[in-house]
């Protein structure tokens, strides 16, 4: 990292960024957390989105920034990424985001309300792409209820992925979800894939790893999920 971004993070602990009680990695959620104070962390009442993994913000910013009357939770732990982040939401005068540089699973079991969300985002999450690392991607049915417990009725859920497989995957964990019925999505008359520049992607932007994605020629796929009451 370099001196001027952790500058730039360090100045930011505890506003942008923050403090979030640790367990015994960087990373994880001390068991003594409790779950935020919306309107004391962003000092107002608005909607709340959850990011997760946001990277250095290629999408977060935008979609935050043509937000400005939502609120957006960010979770990221990789710190070069945050620290990147962070300088551009202060070089943008981005002001409605607030980062957790912890694991997202225990971020929101422990500082996210139930019910509290409008939207929760995951865009391009890690795909394992081998068979024997299948057990570590993020969106299973487990991680499902977590989203689902945490997500308001009628909230979203959307995704992205450029791996065939897991998009496989995840329209299978949702699919067989109680808590999520697929949203509908313009020139799909059922189910919730759609070709990008369609209501599926909505206003997400291209971000390096789609661009990664289609420069080895592998397919987009945009999934949005509502949570049933």
Not at 82 to 89: D, E, F, G, P, S
Request: charged fraction near 25%.
């Amino acid at each position: 990292m370099r001196d001027s971004l952790r500058r730039t993070y360090e100045g930011q602990l505890g506003g942008l960024v923050l403090d979030v009680p640790q367990g015994e990695l960087r990373t994880s959620v001390g068991d003594d957390a409790v779950p935020l104070d919306l309107v004391a962390t962003f000092g107002r009442h608005a909607p709340l989105v959850v990011e997760i993994g946001c990277g250095p913000g290629d999408s977060l910013v935008p979609m935050a920034r043509a937000r400005p009357g939502t609120d957006v939770l960010a979770f990221e732990v990789y710190e070069p990424a945050v620290a990147a982040l962070v300088a551009r939401l202060v070089r943008e005068d981005v002001t409605n985001v607030r980062v957790a540089p912890v694991d997202a699973v225990a971020g929101l079991e422990r500082l996210v309300p139930p019910g509290s969300l409008s939207e929760v985002w995951t865009f391009f999450p890690d795909p394992w792409p081998k068979a024997k690392h299948h057990k570590r991607r993020l969106v299973d049915p487990a991680f499902a209820a977590l989203v689902a417990s945490r997500l308001a009725p009628g909230g979203r859920w959307r995704l992205a992925t450029d791996w065939a497989g897991y998009a496989d995957q995840m329209r299978a964990v949702l699919d067989a979800s109680p808590a999520f019925e697929a949203a509908p999505v313009a020139g799909s008359e059922a189910g919730s894939e759609a070709e990008p520049g369609t209501d599926a992607r909505g206003d997400r932007p291209v971000t390096r790893f789609e661009r990664r994605g289609l420069a080895e020629d592998r397919a987009i796929t945009d999934l949005v999920y509502r949570r049933v009451a």
